[in-house]
């Protein structure tokens, strides 16, 4: 299983980036995918996540602002970040539960980080 995320970057204030991740394996369904971030000197912690149903969860400190979406044949899923804060700049990582159709097993995956940095 390989994730990979892309869509980072330098903002300023109140500006907007969209985050993209595209999973891909040969015997894999996704189910749950999301994004974390970790800010510099902090723990990974969670901004949003998405079902295999369309249910999301939102950090509560983004709700309003960022808007999770997913193209489930593309197996990929997307953070649109509007009116962004500093408190935004972190690095954002993808993730996603996996379920492996030969082994009958799941599985918990992470992309490579995404830098976003919120500044003047």
């Known amino acids: 299983v390989q994730l990979q995320a892309s869509g980072g970057g330098l903002v300023q204030p109140g500006g907007s980036l969209r985050l993209s991740c595209q999973a891909s394996?040969?015997?894999?369904?996704?189910?749950?995918m999301g994004w974390y971030y970790q800010a510099p000197g902090k723990q990974r912690d969670l901004v949003a996540t998405?079902?295999?149903?369309?249910?999301?969860e939102y950090k509560d400190s983004v709700k309003g602002r960022f808007t999770i979406t997913r193209d489930y044949a593309k197996n990929e899923v997307y953070l649109q970040m509007n009116s962004l804060t500093p408190e935004d700049t972190g690095v954002y990582y993808c993730?996603?539960?996996?379920?492996?159709?030969?082994?009958?097993?799941?599985?918990?995956?992470w992309g490579q980080g995404t830098q976003v940095t919120v500044s003047s």
């Open positions: 993730n996603a539960d996996a379920w492996n159709r030969r082994w009958f097993k799941n599985s918990n995956h």
């Open positions: 394996g040969d015997e894999e369904t996704f189910l749950t």
């Open positions: 998405i079902g295999s149903t369309g249910n999301t």
